[in-house]
């Protein structure tokens, strides 16, 4: 009698990048706000130190708004190696793509319907939701502009993570000895 066993599955190891700003993981989420409607959320997270670099919040989910965020994460002054972003229309999009090239960022793309490699961004949108949306009743856009960037600053500079040493992703993200060799000598 034959009997076919199958091979226990490995559980899987986290993949962090070793520097920071080697890749930022990209994404849009999206809920609901009663009177105001849809409300997306887009920005950028580095692999490294998981530090949110921007959020922005709009009315609509289109190329426009994921170029407009890029433009506002590029302009605190760090430019990523990679940029890791799923399928969606608004990052597929030739304006976007050509964006991140005259930035000379590589574009990488996750698989279809496959989330477990944006698992870090995926986790801050979860934390977004539970600290933040399904906590506080919203009055109006601005309103949620506001609390996004009081949540970011708190998420980014007081939220210490297991992951990082119990260290917060701010005190990570700065530390110069999670920089590139190439990138600390353009920085000095």
């Not at 009663?34 to 989910?61: E, N, W």
């Not at 190696?81 to 608004?90: A, E, F, K, M, V």
Request: hydrophobic share 30%.
């Amino acid at each position: 009698m034959l009997v076919r066993t199958k091979t226990k599955p490995q559980p899987s190891k986290c993949f962090q990048r070793r520097n920071v700003d080697s890749m930022w993981q990209g994404d849009t989420f999206q809920f609901r706000i009663s009177g105001t409607g849809k409300m997306y959320v887009t920005g950028f997270t580095d692999d490294r130190s998981r530090y949110r670099i921007i959020s922005k919040a709009y009315l609509s989910k289109s190329k426009k708004e994921s170029i407009n965020a890029l433009y506002h994460a590029l302009k605190k002054g760090r430019v990523p190696s990679q940029i890791y972003l799923d399928n969606g229309r608004q990052f597929t999009a030739k304006e976007f793509r050509e964006e991140i090239a005259k930035n000379n960022i590589r574009l990488v793309y996750g698989r279809p319907y496959h989330p477990r490699g944006r698992g870090k961004i995926e986790r801050y949108h979860s934390i977004l939701w539970q600290e933040l949306v399904s906590q506080v009743r919203f009055s109006s856009l601005s309103h949620f502009r506001a609390e996004l960037r009081k949540f970011d600053r708190r998420y980014n500079h007081w939220s210490k993570n297991h992951t990082l040493g119990w260290k917060t992703p701010a005190s990570i993200y700065n530390d110069r000895k999670y920089f590139n060799k190439k990138r600390q000598k353009i920085l000095i």
